[in-house]
């Protein structure tokens, strides 16, 4: 009974924290409106018994958001981001957009006839859920994380303006690099 | 492969004691810890005595007196929910460090929760900067997370090391598991790392640039009064609890032969406060353009080394 009004109050939370993203009016107040919307979703897993799924979530999304911050201010419009601003662009689409797929889901949540639980609940439902999930694709998966991760470098490689020309001069004989922040190391 | 079930069940302290008593307990114990520490600390910059050891209490009765002073169009919701964060977070931590054997709760993921405390940190200490909506401030708040980003992987990899030998991520596990060799002995650059960026994300210390002279005191710099005594007494009890965490993980808890196992706990606690102090204040404020490039180039691969022989030493039945 405790854990169905802890979800039920953190998942109303998690909306209104939600909405607040879209209605506050600086950068810094959606991002970390968004963040609270995310810890609630957290709350909710650990009113669920997956406690490391919600230390996860807290975790990542705390770092991500935190990060994020930092690049939406820097490329806002106006500098530092502490003007006045909204996130809100093509407001009647956007709301109509996100009320739909709203419903979609609450309906689709409400409404799919859910298979009853077999057997006990296990001790730690973390390893179980992982199991059932990673189970037989874990080599997909690695895959996968490395495929992203390749392509996060590649994406970095290709989008930093200066190379190793720059850096070492056209016949790539300097001894030091020539980098407009030094960096710690003795190189 | 290490026995991946639970070896003894130990309770936690709310089912022990109860959970007003518990809780009340491990805050005690927080800000024992933090004021320790920043006793500690006072003694070591400005040389031992008495009057130095009271220095922090002194401190902490002026702050709470002392007007507060508030800049020009501050961000005061955010900022006064940062300030509140602080403190919170560092208690919070406490939740999973095991105080005479048990902690206040105990769950499969204890390592995780340990390092979520400090990764909301990262939230609250860039919105203490941003708040007052003062430059210096700010700078400090970025330079924090510029700080975080480069500690926090060798922080993860420090952690992850001690929980691959225990084989749980349950910290009275990886007491259990230290039963017959402390973990230091196989995993000193884990140990290390794990205390140096305990120093990291208090900002204290070599890693004080966040909050360095050069920016005037940069995130802490606009804080007065009792917003000043949350974030520090923050601080102090992240410092606090660190030690008591590192003594855990890396210096067998409570093991120990005459002593009850609390003291054992209580004198390895301190013990690292002292070494972290004495270390800590021995090093210069690192840059943090520096310090940066060393942690990705340098920190990443020596953790992830160091978690590699861990795990070999796992699957030859070192920690079995």
Do not use: C
């Not at chain 2, 804080?223 to 210096?251: H, K, Q």
């Amino acid at each position: 009974m405790a854990g169905d009004i802890a979800v039920v109050t953190l998942g109303m939370l998690a909306v209104a924290a939600g909405i607040a993203v879209f209605v506050v009016d600086s950068m810094a107040r959606a991002t970390f409106a968004l963040l609270a919307s995310f810890l609630a979703v957290a709350g909710i897993l650990l009113a669920l018994d997956l406690v490391y799924l919600a230390v996860v979530t807290a975790l990542m999304m705390t770092m991500e958001m935190a990060v994020m911050a930092i690049f939406m201010i820097m490329f806002m419009m106006n500098p530092a981001g502490l003007m006045p601003m909204t996130m809100v662009h093509n407001a009647r689409g956007s709301a109509v957009a996100g009320a739909s797929v709203f419903t979609v889901l609450t309906v689709g949540i409400w409404t799919i006839d859910w298979p009853a639980r077999q057997g006990t609940q296990p001790d730690d439902a973390t390893r179980q859920l992982g199991e059932s999930i990673m189970g037989g694709h874990m080599l997909v998966m690695l895959v996968i994380g490395i495929g992203l991760f390749a392509t996060i470098i590649a994406g970095t490689v290709l989008a930093t303006q200066r190379g190793r020309y720059d850096r070492f001069g056209p016949e790539l004989d300097a001894r030091r690099p020539h980098d407009p922040v030094a960096g710690g190391l003795p190189r | 492969m290490p026995d991946m079930t639970t070896p003894e069940t130990v309770a936690t302290s709310v089912a022990a004691w109860g959970l007003l008593p518990a809780v009340a307990l491990v805050v005690a114990v927080a800000l024992a810890l933090g004021l320790v520490f920043a006793a500690l600390d006072r003694v070591v910059v400005a040389g031992g005595d008495a009057n130095a050891m009271a220095g922090p209490s002194r401190t902490v009765v002026r702050w709470l007196v002392k007007q507060r002073r508030t800049t020009l169009a501050p961000d005061r919701l955010l900022w006064r929910v940062a300030t509140g964060a602080v403190p919170v977070l560092a208690v919070l931590s406490m939740a999973v460090v095991p105080i005479a054997g048990r902690t206040l709760w105990s769950t499969s993921a204890d390592l995780v929760w340990f390092n979520a405390m400090e990764a909301l940190l990262w939230a609250a200490v860039w919105l203490v900067g941003w708040g007052p909506n003062a430059v210096h401030a700010l700078v400090g708040g970025y330079r924090f997370l510029a700080q975080g980003l480069a500690y926090e992987l060798p922080l993860m990899f420090a952690l992850i090391t001690a929980g691959l030998a225990a084989g749980s991520l349950r910290t009275t596990d990886v007491v259990a598991a230290q039963a017959d060799l402390w973990f230091v002995v196989t995993m000193p650059v884990a140990f290390v790392v794990f205390l140096a960026s305990a120093a990291a994300f208090a900002f204290w210390g070599p890693f004080a640039a966040p909050a360095g002279a050069d920016i005037a005191g940069g995130v802490v710099s606009e804080l007065s009064g009792v917003e000043r005594l949350l974030v520090e007494a923050g601080r102090a009890i992240f410092l606090g609890a660190s030690a008591a965490m590192g003594a855990t993980l890396f210096l067998g808890g409570g093991s120990g032969p005459w002593l009850p196992d609390a003291l054992w706990h209580l004198l390895k606690t301190v013990l690292l406060m002292g070494l972290m102090v004495v270390a800590g204040r021995r090093v210069p404020v690192l840059r943090p353009d520096r310090y940066v490039e060393a942690a990705w180039v340098v920190l990443v691969p020596v953790t992830l080394l160091q978690a590699l022989v861990v795990a070999v030493l796992v699957l030859s039945g070192m920690y079995a």
